[in-house]
């Protein structure tokens, strides 16, 4: 198959190395992007399009892989370019979103939601399909790393799996970093590791190593929190806690331009705002 990516980011560009290795062609849209993108597209061995034309042109299917906040205005760039083949979101967004993408989309739309991180190793990262299309458009990855799973056939099943399994680890994240800044704020940091090290052995570790692996990449938490709270919201249910964890990710936003930021780089931010 001819496939489209959108976008090799450091998520996307995994997924597209799968559809590579199972025997697929792959394309990206180069224009505008970053040098950081084009040099991870092209070690890939993905085929730059400088223009929709040529990204479009004897396309089989899409695949979309971009921050949530920008999913819906993506697909309708896709549509008001002229495709209107089958066309996989695989981004973190509601059940709500994903199911107006499916109407922009059109009626080849699949749901899709990954959990894992960049899917560089097997057995670390699932793609979770639903929609009428979903059993087809599993079997494109039928070889590499990234592993897909259909899950139903409606248009947001995979979505809400996805919002499910992040409100808890990305959530949490957000927690325990904000409970870190808490402590420092009222000095009592010395007192809360000590408790920590009798009654929750290695989570003062762990707030370390979340500090190290979420710093740089809040930034795309944030419209990720918020579609998170709009699913709980949706279904009659509290969604004010993920919200509040997308304004602790805000805060944190402006690390992504920091080297090997770690949990004092968090604390800064936090507890000054904008550092």
């Known amino acids: 198959m001819n496939l489209a990516l959108l976008h090799p980011g450091d998520m996307g560009v995994t997924v597209g190395e799968t559809l590579k290795a199972s025997g697929h062609s792959v394309r990206w849209f180069?224009?505008?992007r970053s040098a950081d993108t084009r040099i991870r597209?092209?070690?890939?061995?993905f085929s730059g399009c400088e223009t929709p034309a040529?990204?479009?042109s004897g396309l089989d299917a899409l695949v979309s892989v971009c921050p949530p906040g920008a999913a819906l205005?993506?697909?309708r760039w896709v549509r008001d370019s002229g495709y209107s083949g089958p066309y996989l979101?695989?981004?973190a967004v509601s059940p709500a979103t994903a199911r107006a993408i499916s109407v922009v989309a059109g009626p080849q739309f699949v749901d899709g939601g990954i959990i894992g991180p960049p899917a560089r190793q097997s057995g670390t990262t699932r793609l979770y399909l639903s929609g009428p299309g979903a059993e087809q458009a599993a079997v494109w990855f039928s070889a590499g790393p990234l592993e897909a799973i259909a899950v139903g056939a409606d248009p947001g099943?995979?979505?809400?799996?996805?919002m499910c399994y992040a409100a808890y680890t990305k959530g949490l994240s957000a927690l325990l970093l904000n409970v870190r800044a808490l402590a420092e704020a009222e000095s009592v940091?010395?007192?809360l590791l000590g408790e920590w090290s009798l009654s929750q052995a290695g989570l003062a570790q762990r707030s370390e190593l979340t500090a190290r692996g979420t710093a740089g990449k809040a930034w795309r938490f944030v419209d990720e929190m918020l579609e998170i709270a709009a699913t709980f919201e949706a279904c009659g249910l509290p969604g004010g806690f993920h919200r509040s964890a997308a304004d602790v990710y805000q805060h944190m936003a402006p690390l992504k331009t920091v080297a090997d930021p770690n949990l004092d780089d968090v604390l800064q931010y936090?507890?000054?705002g904008n550092g």
């Open 30 to 32: 180069s224009r505008d």
């Open 41 to 45: 597209a092209e070690s890939a061995g």
């Open 54 to 56: 040529e990204l479009f």
């Open 73 to 75: 205005e993506q697909a």
């Open 89 to 91: 979101d695989a981004n």
């Open 157 to 162: 099943s995979a979505s809400a799996l996805k």
């Open 189 to 191: 940091t010395p007192a």
């Open 270 to 272: 936090l507890l000054n």
